[in-house]
């Protein structure tokens, strides 16, 4: 069973940046072409949305339209982890963000992941 844990987040000013880290505590691939980790958000009340993913055999990243060309996500495979800098905070910015991860191929925009991390909150003050 992978675990994933994650570091990051906070409460940030309009315009400021953070960053968020997550480690998976195992194999996060089926084979050795498979595997992906990244970060979706959540607002009480409304559906998980999709944020951002990276493949970890080829470094294929998929980006939400709302963050593309604020958020960049980075991985390190050695050490099972990806990193997510967010710049540009907007508030609307401010959510729950959950780290997730997929054992087999592509980069789903649903939920529809293997595992998950136990969230962190985002909040961008105005």
Same mark, same amino acid.
């Given at each position: !069973?992978?675990?994933? *844990?994650?570091?990051?987040?906070?409460?940030? !000013?309009?315009?400021?940046?953070?960053?968020?880290?997550?480690?998976?505590?195992?194999?996060?691939?089926?084979?050795?072409?498979?595997?992906?980790?990244?970060?979706?958000? !959540? *607002? !009480?009340?409304? #559906?998980? #949305?999709?944020?951002?993913?990276?493949?970890?055999?080829?470094? *294929?990243?998929? =980006?939400?339209?709302?963050?593309?060309?604020?958020?960049?996500?980075?991985?390190?495979?050695?050490?099972?982890?990806?990193?997510?800098?967010?710049?540009?905070?907007?508030?609307?910015?401010?959510?729950?963000? =959950?780290?997730?991860?997929?054992?087999?191929?592509?980069?789903?925009?649903?939920?529809?992941?293997?595992?998950?991390?136990?969230?962190?909150?985002?909040?961008?003050?105005?």
């Amino acid at each position: !069973q992978v675990q994933l *844990v994650e570091s990051g987040g906070g409460l940030v !000013q309009a315009g400021g940046s953070l960053r968020l880290s997550c480690t998976a505590s195992g194999r996060i691939g089926r084979t050795p072409s498979s595997g992906a980790m990244g970060w979706f958000r !959540q *607002v !009480q009340g409304m #559906e998980r #949305e999709f944020v951002v993913g990276i493949s970890f055999s080829d470094g *294929v990243t998929k =980006y939400a339209r709302s963050v593309q060309g604020r958020f960049t996500i980075s991985r390190d495979n050695a050490k099972n982890t990806v990193s997510l800098q967010m710049n540009s905070l907007k508030p609307e910015d401010t959510a729950v963000y =959950y780290c997730a991860a997929l054992e087999g191929w592509g980069l789903p925009s649903t939920p529809q992941w293997d595992y998950w991390g136990q969230g962190t909150q985002v909040t961008v003050s105005s």
